[in-house]
């Protein structure tokens, strides 16, 4: 029998509690009514919904469905989900991962930031949850109720970081999770987002179903972005044969055979020289492996822009 008081954080002040990896397995989640507090969910729920707390910090594990803040200020967070939502809220800044268009209503001084954090129990909780660690529109924010001249949300700085907004617990419990905060170790592919691009080139690659698939693209960024090239977004979806002619073009045939074994992952890097940059590494580090990459400067704008809107409509954006 579950006892909605394991999964309940209620009415705490200047206390820091958490739930260790296992501890939720799958279940929802209710924090309300917390004032400066340090809370941290280390594994995977169903949804969370957060009401009424002030000048907390909080880290949320996997969520398989939405979280959704209400009434709430002054809080820093560490989030990943499937939907995210506040409403009547006031200053949040936010490490989010998030699958679908985050989404803000009636709520001021809104700050977003890319999801970084690792611990070793964190990439199966993902799995569990549902989400792909490519899925990430963090920057993609939809204000509901817009103030004609004012902007309710924006960016974090470029180099916020996570450990002085969240940081580590330090609960003696809590203390057994093996936290890294470093931004080379997250779980999470660091991507720009919204930012502005560095560079009017841009490079897409397009990883295919296998079992190397997400350590191959896990490597291709780190290889490309120790060049000093941007990763700007990434994404992991299902093809079909039309949607290979619309995004390949002329080469999509010899690709179609690979879109049966499963989902693609995309990456989109930034930077001068970025295609020449993709073209060699991929030919140094993954020959024999089939990897799509554009040609040229030329076309790689529209490959991008082809891929993504293909995305979008696929995820519903």
């Given at each position: 029998?579950?006892?909605p ?6 009415g ?9 990896p ?13 004032e ?10 169903a ?29 820093k ?8 939502r ?6 949040l800044?936010?490490?989010l ?9 009636s ?5 977003f ?17 549902g ?5 990430n529109?963090w ?11 004012e902007?309710n949300?924006g ?29 080379t ?10 930012r502005?691009?560095?560079s ?32 700007v977004q ?13 995004v ?20 989109e890097?930034?930077?001068d020289?970025?295609?020449e940059?993709?073209?060699n590494?991929?030919?140094d ?15 790689a704008?529209?490959?991008v ?5 293909f ?7």
């Amino acid at each position: 029998q579950v006892d909605p008081k394991d999964y309940t954080f209620s009415g705490l002040k200047d206390e820091t509690v958490g739930r260790l990896p296992g501890k939720v397995a799958g279940q929802q989640f209710v924090i309300q009514d917390c004032e400066n507090c340090s809370i941290y969910i280390f594994d995977h729920s169903a949804t969370i919904t957060i009401d009424d707390c002030v000048n907390c910090q909080i880290f949320l594990g996997p969520i398989k469905g939405s979280v959704f803040f209400r009434d709430c200020k002054d809080c820093k967070c560490i989030v990943a989900c499937q939907q995210f939502r506040t409403r009547d809220c006031k200053k949040l800044e936010v490490f989010l991962c998030c699958a679908t268009q985050p989404i803000i209503e009636s709520s001021t001084g809104m700050k977003f930031g890319c999801f970084q954090y690792y611990y070793p129990e964190l990439a199966l909780q993902f799995k569990d949850a549902g989400l792909s660690i490519f899925n990430n529109t963090w920057s993609n924010i939809h204000d509901f109720t817009p103030v004609s001249g004012e902007n309710n949300w924006g960016l974090l700085p470029e180099d916020a970081v996570v450990q002085d907004y969240v940081p580590l617990p330090s609960s003696e419990e809590l203390k057994a999770v093996r936290i890294s905060t470093d931004a080379t170790r997250s779980i999470i592919p660091i991507t720009r987002g919204r930012r502005q691009k560095s560079s009017d080139e841009s490079c897409l690659v397009v990883f295919f179903a296998g079992d190397y698939t997400t350590a191959n693209a896990r490597k291709l960024i780190d290889e490309m972005t120790g060049k000093g090239f941007q990763l700007v977004q990434t994404k992991e979806v299902s093809m079909k044969a039309e949607d290979a002619h619309r995004v390949f073009q002329q080469c999509a045939s010899g690709f179609i055979p690979l879109l049966e074994k499963g989902p693609v992952i995309a990456l989109e890097f930034n930077g001068d020289g970025a295609v020449e940059g993709c073209r060699n590494t991929i030919n140094d580090v993954f020959s024999g492996t089939k990897v799509f990459v554009s040609e040229s400067k030329a076309s790689a704008s529209q490959d991008v822009d082809n891929f993504y809107n293909f995305a979008d409509m696929q995820m519903g954006m």
